[in-house]
């Protein structure tokens, strides 16, 4: 049994394969691949694309789609081993996971951050207790990390500029009134650095780097195919020459849990907003972001709505993609 709880488990050959799959699946929506079978979608987190692709694409591949909202429709889950459970939750994740696991064919989670300690929350506990104690596979939509996002956003850069290999993919920071998860800007970099581009990092300064642990793998990634993980905090050494142009916001993890200390530090960066001046310095490069995106706080209208944005093929694309990961999991 294989769980999908970050690309880091899946080499570049197998993620190819889901994305092949994907562009079969795109040709032909309806096949009948998983009739009888049925999928539990458990969401701590609100969500647009995640649950209705994840639920129609599972629809259009002959299989049931459950939504259970811990602490709403269903009842609130412990993770915590050896607890007394004399609190809030009415259930625990060791019972949670084995009855779906009983229901189910495959067990999908999303899990935020609760934005309070990095040094509890990057353990990623939720789905990791998901996926031990689940009897069938486990699929991550989205926590500290969003692969069915990277798989998206591969697919899109392909369908547009063929084989990613050697092209430069800049990851950048952008301001938003709020602090964000990490998890699509780690992603991002993965999946860029897995497929052989030459990643560059954009960020106001050293306390918005990422995860070390990610930048660690992204230095691996690229070093092994000839390429560079580039991190810097100009504007212009960064856009210059770009193929690919990923927006993303996120919060500065030393301050992690301390929010109105780093707020004035990001309110002074309004400027990395994504603009046509900006893009101009890119080789025709192209743009996209995750969404949902703010306009004119993180891009431009004139960006966004230009031809060379990938926001809406980038997000079809989560609908096929996943259905070849539910594919591929699938007993």
């Known amino acids: 049994m294989r769980h999908f709880l970050t690309t880091a488990d899946w080499d570049r050959a197998e993620l190819q394969a889901l994305l092949d799959d994907a ?100 353990q990623d506990r939720v789905i990791k207790s998901f996926a031990r104690h689940a009897t069938v596979p486990v699929i991550n939509m989205e926590t500290i990390t ?43 970099l993965l999946i860029a650095s897995k497929f052989g ?31 560079n993980l580039t991190i810097t905090h100009d504007i212009d050494e960064a856009y210059d020459g770009a193929h690919v142009v990923y927006a993303k916001s996120w919060g500065a993890l030393p301050y992690f849990g301390r929010w109105e200390e780093e707020k004035p530090i990001r309110d002074a960066h309004k400027h990395f907003i994504v603009d046509s001046e900006k893009m101009a310095r890119t080789d025709d490069g192209l743009f996209s972001h995750c969404l949902p995106c703010r306009r004119n706080v993180k891009v431009t209208d004139e960006v966004i709505d230009s031809e060379a944005s990938l926001v809406i093929e980038e997000a079809e694309n989560r609908l096929h993609v996943q259905k070849a990961l539910m594919s591929a999991l699938a007993p």
Request: aromatic share 10%; proline share 6%.
């Open 23 to 122: 562009v079969d699946l795109k040709k032909s929506p309806f096949q009948d691949r998983l009739n009888g079978k049925s999928i539990a979608l458990v969401f701590f987190n609100p969500s647009l694309r995640t649950r209705s692709s994840f639920d129609i694409g599972a629809h259009q591949l002959g299989a049931h789609a459950v939504v259970l909202e811990p602490g709403k429709g269903s009842w609130p889950i412990e993770f915590e081993m050896g607890t007394v459970m004399d609190g809030h939750a009415e259930e625990h994740v060791r019972e949670a996971a084995r009855v779906l696991s009983r229901y189910c064919d495959l067990i999908a989670v999303r899990a935020f951050p609760d934005f309070k300690d990095w040094s509890v929350d990057r």
């Open 146 to 188: 969003h692969p069915c996002q990277e798989l998206a956003l591969m697919l899109a850069i392909q369908e547009r500029l063929g084989k990613p290999d050697g092209k430069k993919f800049l990851l950048t920071w952008t301001y938003h009134p709020k602090p964000l998860n990490t998890a699509v800007a780690n992603s991002g």
């Open 197 to 227: 581009m030459d990643v560059t990092l954009l960020c106001p300064n050293e306390d918005y780097l990422l995860d070390e642990r990610y930048l660690n793998l992204a230095r691996e990634y690229t070093s092994s195919q000839g390429q």
